[in-house]
T-cell receptor, first 116, second 117 residues
Framework: AQKVTQAQTEISVVEKEDVTLDCVYE???????LFWYKQPPSGELVFLIR??????QNEISGRYSWNFQKSTSSFNFTITASQVVDSAVYFC?????????????FGDGTTLTVKP | NAGVTQTPKFQVLKTGQSMTLQCAQD?????MYWYRQDPGMGLRLIYY???????DKGEVPNGYNVSRLNKREFSLRLESAAPSQTSVYFC????????????????FGDGTRLSIL
């Protein structure tokens, strides 16, 4: 069975601080996909990144970066120089490749508040 | 650029009433999903459909039924609404390239806020 744990329920930072959101996953499959989604206060869910289990390279996109480590089953997300617009709920998700429907298991989410 | 469209956006029901939530996607995705989101509990999968004509139970299917009417549409039905079903419901779709085992990200609708009194 697959499981995703986001241990940080809420994080509060001041603008321009760096912040890391943790994600730990469990799966028995060797081929799987990891995702991060953002849910701003307006409520929609926005896809941020997708990673497959064979690609452990870290990824950077502007102020966002992701650290995938299979040895610790973690896929952490760092926001550098945070801004008020980064305030949102962030979800980590896991999808095993052998399910023909591509269904995902989501973590409970981390609510990030960035104060001016 | 419609993506995934859910209707209605808001609904208030009385206990025991029935209702169908509608979802349609225009991205030609084969897989579709229904989730509910409750405070502090993330997204929980209710039902999903890998292709037209097939549906499967997710984590929390009790009290719900679904219909995959065609490739575009996937509806969720509450036959006899209960207060415990008060939630925000999200429909999503994704492309799954099964031969390549390539699971693509899910695209979500804007959600339906459902209150059951």
């Amino acid at each position: 069975a697959q499981k995703v744990t986001q241990a940080q329920t809420e994080i509060s930072v001041v603008e321009k601080e760096d912040v890391t959101l943790d994600c730990v996953y469990e799966t028995r499959d060797t081929t799987y996909y990891l995702f991060w989604y953002k849910q701003p206060p307006s409520g929609e869910l926005v896809f941020l990144i997708r990673r497959n289990s064979f690609d452990e390279q870290n990824e950077i996109s502007g102020r966002y970066s992701w650290n995938f480590q299979k040895s610790t089953s973690s896929f952490n997300f760092t926001i550098t120089a945070s801004q008020v617009v980064d305030s949102a709920v962030y979800f980590c998700a896991l999808s095993e490749a052998d399910t023909n429907a591509g269904k995902s298991t989501f973590g409970d989410g981390t609510t990030l508040t960035v104060k001016p | 650029n419609a993506g995934v469209t859910q209707t209605p956006k808001f609904q208030v029901l009385k206990t025991g009433q029935s209702m169908t939530l509608q979802c349609a996607q225009d991205m030609n995705h084969n897989s579709m999903y229904w989730y509910r989101q409750d405070p502090g509990m993330g997204l929980r999968l209710i039902y999903y459909s890998a292709s037209e004509g097939t549906t499967d139970k997710g984590e929390v299917p009790n009290g719900y039924n679904v219909s995959r009417l065609n490739k575009r549409e996937f509806s969720l039905r509450l036959e006899s609404a209960a207060p415990s079903q008060t939630s925000v419901y999200f429909c999503a779709s994704s492309e799954v390239i099964s031969r390549a085992h390539s699971n693509q990200p899910q695209h979500f609708g804007d959600g339906t806020r459902l209150s059951i009194l």
